[in-house]
T-cell receptor
Framework: TQLLEQSPQFLSIQEGENLTVYCNSSSVFSSLQWYRQEPGEGPVLLVTVVTGGEVKKLKRLTFQFGDARKDSSLHITAAQPGDTGLYLCAGGSRPRPGSARQLTFGSGTQLTVLP | NAGVTQTPKFQVLKTGQSMTLQCAQDMNHNSMYWYRQDPGMGLRLIYYSASEGTTDKGEVPNGYNVSRLNKREFSLRLESAAPSQTSVYFC??????????????FGPGTRLLVL
């Protein structure tokens, strides 16, 4: 069973601060995705990284995939109240023949950005 | 396009009652998924369907059954609800074709309380 551990579980910061969220596993994944979930809604994809060492930027968010493809981080610069939400990492693996591609989700980081 | 829709949005059941959660997608995706989300545990896969006519167990299938009615619809049935099945249930769909990763699109969720 592949597991993804996220840290911290909860994070409360002031507007304008920087933060980093971590996603770690002992397993290798073919891809790593980050989703954001707002209250009362389903998760929405932010980014997908597929190459070890890959870095992607999405405005103030920077995502990195570890060289060994076992871990990832999400860094937010100058956080804003609109960044508040549950951030989930999800590891993708190659499916068995005839099966669907599955994602293994981490337990999530609940981020609160205070104005 | 509505994306992924789920009904009902809320449901209260008594222990032992049965119910079916409905899910439909209009994105012509071949794969569909059912997850449950509990506090501090992220998303756990209950069942999935790689394509019309096929279903497979996920991480936590006990107490549930599914039906892939057609390409658009994937239902989840609780035959005899238990308090441990109190959760938020999400349906998702994706195109599982070639390539190394997929994007899963989630519905808004069904909040289920079993008394």
């Amino acid at each position: 069973t592949q597991l993804l551990e996220q840290s911290p579980q909860f994070l409360s910061i002031q507007e304008g601060e920087n933060l980093t969220v971590y996603c770690n596993s002992s397993s290798v994944f073919s891809s790593l995705q980050w989703y954001r979930q707002e209250p009362g809604e389903g998760p929405v994809l932010l980014v997908t990284v597929v190459t070890g060492g890959e870095v992607k930027k999405l405005k103030r968010l920077t995502f990195q995939f570890g060289d060994a493809r076992k871990d990832s981080s999400l860094h937010i610069t100058a956080a804003q109240p609109g960044d508040t939400g549950l951030y989930l990492c999800a590891g993708g693996s190659r499916p068995r023949p005839g099966s669907a591609r599955q994602l293994t989700f981490g337990s999530g980081t609940q981020l609160t950005v205070l104005p | 396009n509505a994306g992924v829709t789920q009904t009902p949005k809320f449901q209260v059941l008594k222990t032992g009652q049965s119910m079916t959660l409905q899910c439909a997608q209009d994105m012509n995706h071949n794969s569909m998924y059912w997850y449950r989300q509990d506090p501090g545990m992220g998303l756990r896969l209950i069942y999935y369907s790689a394509s019309e006519g096929t279903t497979d167990k996920g991480e936590v299938p006990n107490g549930y059954n599914v039906s892939r009615l057609n390409k658009r619809e994937f239902s989840l049935r609780l035959e005899s609800a238990a308090p441990s099945q109190t959760s938020v249930y999400f349906c998702a769909s994706s195109w599982s074709g070639g390539g190394t990763f997929q994007t899963q699109y989630f519905g808004p969720g069904t909040r289920l309380l079993v008394l």
